[in-house]
């Protein structure tokens, strides 16, 4: 709700990431206000929540490489996020992170 008339507020945006815990590989999108980059967001302690709400989830295993799971949103703990990249950050499907 915008409580300055004719005053915009900041955009909500959705971007598409791939985080990393020490079992699996999630990619899908998070949202997260404009005027916030997203390594503030991660580390924020201003958060209302130790969870990171992802839409549009595929879950895979490290170990594996199966794929476990496909949902419309899964909560992670923030604790449990090794690695975060964007999709901007991966290259033909693969992503560039080496072993990890």
């Known amino acids: 709700m915008n409580l300055h008339p004719g005053k915009v507020g900041p955009m909500v945006v959705e971007e598409s990431v791939t ?3 020490d079992r699996e590989r999630i990619e899908g999108t998070i949202t997260h206000v404009s005027t916030i980059r997203l390594s503030d967001f991660m580390i924020s302690e201003g ?6 709400k992802i839409k549009n989830a595929t879950i895979t295993c490290r170990v594996t490489g199966e794929e476990l799971e496909q949902v419309p949103f899964v909560l992670i703990a923030r ?4 690695l975060l990249t964007t ?8 992503e560039r992170v080496g072993a990890f």
């Open 79 to 82: 604790d449990r996020v090794a």
């Open 19 to 21: 985080i990393f815990t």
């Open 87 to 94: 999709k901007t950050a991966t290259r033909a499907g693969r």
């Open 47 to 52: 958060h209302q929540t130790d969870f990171i």
